[in-house]
């Protein structure tokens, strides 16, 4: 049953419905009584734009403090940098050789040993097959060692070396023992032992050390870095900046096979470049090619100061490396090299279909290219009957000599082929 109720409450009638099956339901809606004003909307009161513009000039201040707070910091670092710089830094000074810092002329104090007789560096003579960087590492990584050096106060330089020698001859190099008093030497597993001073060369970097053990010790196989070519795979074995990271193995390229570098107080000499990974206390490991033979004694990289420069490192040939450490161990230092008395220009001319030659631009009167009979305007094809595309190939050939051996130059001269021996008599003045 339904029931109606009507009901009236300021200017508005309530009308009221109900019905009691299945349930009470209430349905309830109003409408206006005649002649009653509608409700006028209002409207919302207007924010305070006062506040609004308080807002962002507190956000413009913050700005502005972040940003005298960053200048500041800028400027601070920028002076610290300064105050750093060396004080012969110029416009050209760019780039630098690192070296793990030690001064080169430092004396060497380090308790000395005569080296055996018939002690020599050796190169193998063949290779056996390209091994996997795995195989590498496990053919040459125990003939790798850390040389820590003790220093005048308290310091120590911390290198790595390498043996060539299973009675325990050690290379590594100069810079890495120069100012040393004691040499201790710790094997891949760890052994420590004291290692004594033979020679080194500081022109040429390189230097011998020698321990005593019982046993055989593992040592390196050394090849031929005339072999390399642009492109081949090379690994290094070190101990970058700390004794902790001993037998560090990393791999790259080789970048350049002759990339001669002129350094102040150091010889010039072609130099193998690579892009893998050398830090310091990579100096005096070994470069070693996918043979598992060592093609390089690592010892130095390139870094900027204004800029990253990454996958630059230089090692020491072993062709060379030979002669300088067979030199320390016969003679205690390096034998001057031959002079030829010729230069010739850096880059090749071609001069036939698949024939290239060296322009001769000078032959030094009474000098042994003058002797032999070499005049300027020549063409250099060869020496010692390998091709020179470079000027660097030619230096090479002549780093094979000491005074008083012969060397042979094969020429191009209007159109024929010539080969002159050269008396090597006179030595290069350092």
């Known amino acids: 049953m339904s ?18 099956f299945p349930a009470e339901i209430v349905e309830t809606y109003s ?13 919302p009161t207007p924010r305070s734009r006062r506040k609004k513009r308080r807002g962002w000039k507190g ?21 610290i940098w300064e105050l750093q710089m060396p004080n012969d830094w110029g416009e050209d000074d760019y780039y630098y050789y690192d070296q793990d810092q030690e001064d080169e002329d430092a004396p060497i104090t380090i308790p000395t ?29 125990g003939a790798v060692v850390t040389v820590a050096v003790d220093l005048d106060g308290g310091r120590m330089s911390v290198g790595t070396g390498v043996i060539f020698r299973e009675d325990g001859y050690i290379l590594t190099n100069h810079h890495v023992v120069a ?3 004691n040499c201790t030497v710790l094997l891949s597993g760890g052994r420590p032992y004291a290692a004594k001073y033979i020679a080194s060369d500081a022109g040429y970097d390189l230097a011998v050390l020698k321990i005593n053990a019982e046993e055989a010790l593992p040592f390196a196989e050394f090849g031929n870095s005339d072999a390399l070519s642009v492109g081949d795979p090379v690994y290094a074995i070190g101990t970058p900046l700390d004794i902790e990271m001993g037998g560090t193995f990393t791999d790259g390229i080789v970048s350049s096979v002759n990339r001669e570098i002129q350094l102040t ?49 230089f090692a020491i040939p072993s062709v060379q490396a030979e002669r300088v450490v067979n030199d320390l161990l016969i003679y205690g230092e390096p034998q001057p090299e031959p002079l030829l ?13 698949h024939l290239w030659g060296l322009q001769v631009k000078e032959v030094t009167a009474g000098g042994a290219a003058d002797r032999a009979g070499v005049r300027a305007g020549d063409y250099l094809l060869a020496a010692d009957g390998k091709e020179t595309l470079s000027s660097a190939d030619l230096l090479r050939a002549r780093w094979q000599h000491h005074v008083g051996d012969e060397m042979t130059l094969t020429l191009w001269r209007r159109g024929e082929i010539l080969t002159v021996t050269l008396e090597l008599t006179e030595a290069v003045e350092k």
């Open 3 to 20: 029931e109606r109720r009507t009901l009236q409450t300021r200017g508005e009638v309530i009308e009221e419905y109900s019905r009691d």
């Open 31 to 43: 409408r206006p009584l005649p002649g009653a004003m509608e409700p006028v909307p209002t409207e």
């Open 59 to 79: 956000l413009l201040i913050l700005l502005a403090i972040a940003a005298v707070i960053a200048l500041l910091a800028a400027g601070v670092r920028w002076l």
């Open 113 to 141: 040993v005569e080296p055996d007789a018939d002690a020599r560096l050796e190169l193998a003579k063949d290779r056996s097959h390209a091994l996997s960087a795995q195989e590498v590492y496990r053919k040459v990584s």
């Open 179 to 181: 100012g040393g008093k």
């Open 265 to 313: 107080s150091r010889t010039s000499m072609p130099l193998i470049q690579t892009n893998a990974a050398l830090n310091n206390g990579n100096s005096g490991g070994p470069l070693i090619d996918s043979y598992g033979q060592v093609v390089g004694i690592n010892f130095m990289k390139l870094y900027a100061r204004y800029s990253t420069v990454e996958g630059l490192g």
């Open 341 to 353: 008395g010729v230069s010739v220009l850096q880059v090749p001319d071609q001069l036939a279909e």
